[in-house]
């Protein structure tokens, strides 16, 4: 048993001596790489916590974003008062200012102060920016909640390009984390090195845990990386970040807030692009139908010019209105109307086409772009007619609405538009829009190809519009009189007819530009105008005896004449010029009566108690005129010069005069021709007791010097 100590002791003492030495030297070691380790644990505890804090900031600003954008919306849409805007205001601003705050404490880190101090600046620039966006944004809102929708644009954009400079300054982090732990772990290797030639045993292992332990840090580091690369880069689609979320879910501690503040960042940029779409659907798409808007039409109308000006091919734009869609949508309500509109558009996506645009441009209007159609202009032309009749037949289908049908059709506008260099988006629209208002008034239903004459005409008629509301402030609008004159010759009377004495032109008949007043709306002034000129010299005629008993007689417009004030605005220039009743007469035409009977002739008592009276013009044009005799307070009624042009040689037009004057003889109205032109048709009315006349066989219409010297003539 001794022997067997000793020769274990023999062979174990120099084991021991070297054991021990060795045992202390790599306690020794251990003790150095376990300092060493601690420090590289802590610089990267340090890194770690660095991006915690990066990544909380990030968090809590998308929390605070999202609730200016709430505020925001709130204001767009009245739902909070200003007191409520207000209070919101002043804990934004307060919050705001806290995590500006930090943002400094996070610029004074010691892991930001290797990056680039340029970079950092510019970051608490950029917030200092975006915080000074948001508190004008919420305090405009405040104050004026009608801009808070633009204010709800600027903010997401202001918190976009802070989003975006801050994931690059998250990047650079990542990147410096990255770099300082490959330089950590190089250090650490070139020490392991050192002590490898005094404890090989003791350096292998540490070596080998050491390396396994890089390993797993950098995997997991690479993944975080990895993850903000991905983030970084452009796409329709924000990456899943799968292996960040499993980082997340299985690990504790820094790398586990890492992997969180990384998929709240995502979160950020995902509610970013979910606003950014929201934005973008409500600027250039129709919330009703579905459509694109006139906005985004023209966006792709814009590049299918410079795509058929590439290629020297030919496209197509149609217009297309709902004709008489206002009936319904007054008659049944707009629910009605929006059910229309919906299925038209419903409708006209069934279309079998490609390389095409449809857009709700507005009301019940609708455009189509077709692209690239044809090479030469006469396929465009024929495949474009092909279209034309095919939406028609879409749109002739009955719409169905409360087990009712209702029918429509449409008027459209066609341009084919090519090659031409000078082309636009909005002439190409004003040359659809003028091809569509041709086709309504051909008759509506029907469509019509656009000719450059339209667009002059168009320009013509918008010059013209400026010109004649010059034309009223500088009194440029006179008056020229035409007198009517009784079967033996005697002047009774006149009718006012308005004239533009153009600083250039000269004289210009209302043909040239009534029907421009009743589109513009000017028609009202100038209908005041005329009859304010024509109250001044009835007033004149009262002061002489010749002209004592004369009538004036004055065209009134439907639009003017259904003026709420029209008769109080009749009264005070009777009141003004002293016009004695019966000398005042209206002329008015069958359409002024058509929009309201029962109104009209609550108006025509009115002002036939005010001493007025009324003259029905271009009797006989209208398909219902007859009726309106018995319910009208009608003095009057003027043949239409149609009639009597051919009365001479027609017999049907002779047969029309005839029963018109024996109507109104029977009624006790008194009857007028219009348009007489020639003894032989004063001769034929005479002989067929028409009781007044006028026309260029007695006088021409002329200015008031020549008709008073007219008047003085005969009284002569």
């Known amino acids: ?64 974003h999202e609730r200016i954008l709430t505020t925001l919306r709130a204001a767009t849409a009245g739902e909070m008062s200003s007191l409520a805007l207000y209070r919101e205001h002043s804990q934004l601003v307060n919050e705001l200012a806290t995590l500006g705050k930090d943002l400094n404490n996070i610029g004074k880190l010691e892991l ?51 989003a975006i400079f801050n994931q690059q300054i998250a990047e650079l982090l990542s990147s410096q984390i990255y770099a300082r732990t490959t330089d950590a772990y190089n250090d650490f290797n070139a020490f392991s090195r050192y002590l490898m030639m005094f404890v090989p045993l003791a350096l292998l292992l540490l070596l080998a845990f050491a390396y396994l332990m890089s390993q797993w840090l950098n995997r997991h580091m690479l993944i975080i990386t990895q993850g903000l690369l991905e983030l970084s880069q452009d796409g329709e689609k924000l990456p899943m970040l799968a292996d960040v979320k499993k980082l997340a879910r299985q690990n504790k501690g820094p790398l586990q807030q890492l992997a969180s503040g990384l998929l709240n960042f995502r979160s950020a940029l995902q509610q970013r692009k979910h606003a950014e779409e929201k934005i973008f659907q409500l600027a250039y798409f129709d919330s009703l139908t579905g459509l694109s808007n006139w906005q985004y039409l023209a966006k792709q109308l814009a590049a299918a010019i410079s795509e058929s000006q590439q290629h020297q091919d030919f496209s197509i734009l149609i217009t297309m209105d709902l004709d008489n869609f206002k009936v319904i949508n007054d008659s049944r309500g707009h629910s009605a109307g929006d059910t229309i509109l919906k299925e038209m558009a419903e409708r006209l996506k069934n279309l079998d086409l490609e390389h095409y645009q449809l857009a709700r441009l507005g009301g019940d209007e609708f455009a189509l772009m077709l692209t690239r159609v044809a090479s030469t202009q006469s396929q465009a032309r024929i495949r474009a007619e092909q279209l034309a009749l095919q939406i028609s037949e879409l749109v002739a289908r009955p719409c169905v609405i409360h087990h009712d049908n209702f029918f429509l059709s449409a008027s459209l506008g066609i341009v084919i538009f090519g090659a031409d260099e000078s ?66 010759g005697k002047a009774i009377g006149a009718e006012a007819l308005v004239r533009w004495q153009h600083p250039e032109k000269g004289i210009l008949s209302p043909a040239f530009f009534i029907e421009i007043a009743e589109h513009t709306g000017l028609i009202i002034p100038l209908g005041q105008r005329v009859l304010q000129l024509s109250c001044e010299q009835l007033s004149r005629w009262q002061a002489q005896p010749e002209t004592l008993e004369l009538t004036l007689s004055v065209n009134v417009s439907p639009k003017q004449f259904q003026q709420a004030d029209f008769v109080d605005y009749v009264r005070q220039l009777l009141a003004d010029y002293k016009i004695p009743p019966g000398r005042l007469k209206l002329e008015l035409t ?29 009797f006989g044009t209208g398909y219902s005129s007859l009726q309106y005799l018995k319910q009208l307070p009608i003095d009057q009624i003027k043949i239409d010069q149609s009639f009597v042009r051919d009365i001479t040689h027609d017999p049907d037009d002779k047969a029309i005069v005839k029963s018109i004057i024996a109507i109104g003889n029977a009624l006790q109205i008194q009857v007028i021709a219009e348009g007489v032109e020639t003894q032989q048709h004063f001769a034929v009315l005479r002989d067929n007791a028409c009781f007044a006349y006028q026309g260029y066989y007695f006088c021409r219409p002329m200015p008031i010097e020549d008709i008073n010297s007219v008047l003085m003539s005969k009284a002569v």
Request: aromatic share 6%; hydrophobic share 45%.
């Open 112 to 162: 930001l102060a290797r990056v680039d101090k340029r970079q950092v600046e510019a970051l608490l620039e950029h917030y200092a920016d975006y915080q000074r966006m948001m508190v004008i944004a919420t305090e405009i809102a405040a104050v004026d909640p009608s801009t808070a929708e633009v204010n709800l644009i600027n903010a997401q954009d202001s918190f976009t390009a802070f």
């Open 423 to 488: 082309l636009n988006t909005e002439m190409l629209f004003r040359s659809a829009d003028a091809a569509m208002n041709k086709a309504k008034q051909l008759g509506r239903n029907t469509y019509c190809f656009h000719d450059p004459e339209m667009l002059n005409q168009l320009e013509a008629n918008a010059q013209t519009s400026i010109e004649l509301r010059e034309a009223l402030n500088q009194e440029q609008i006179v008056v020229f009189y035409q007198l009517q004159f009784d079967s033996q």
């Open 1 to 64: 048993m001794q022997f067997n100590l000793r020769l274990m002791s023999l062979f174990m003492g120099p084991i021991i001596l070297v054991l021990i030495p060795l045992i202390l030297a790599g306690l020794l070691a251990m003790n150095q790489l376990q300092n060493r380790l601690g420090e590289i644990e802590h610089q990267q505890l340090q890194d770690l916590e660095s991006l915690k804090h990066v990544a909380m900031f990030g968090q809590q600003l998308g929390h605070l």
């Open 590 to 618: 069958e359409s002024t009566i058509l929009g309201n009977v029962l109104e009209t002739v609550q108006k025509m008592h009115q002002l036939r108690a005010l001493g007025v009276t009324f003259s029905l013009d271009d």
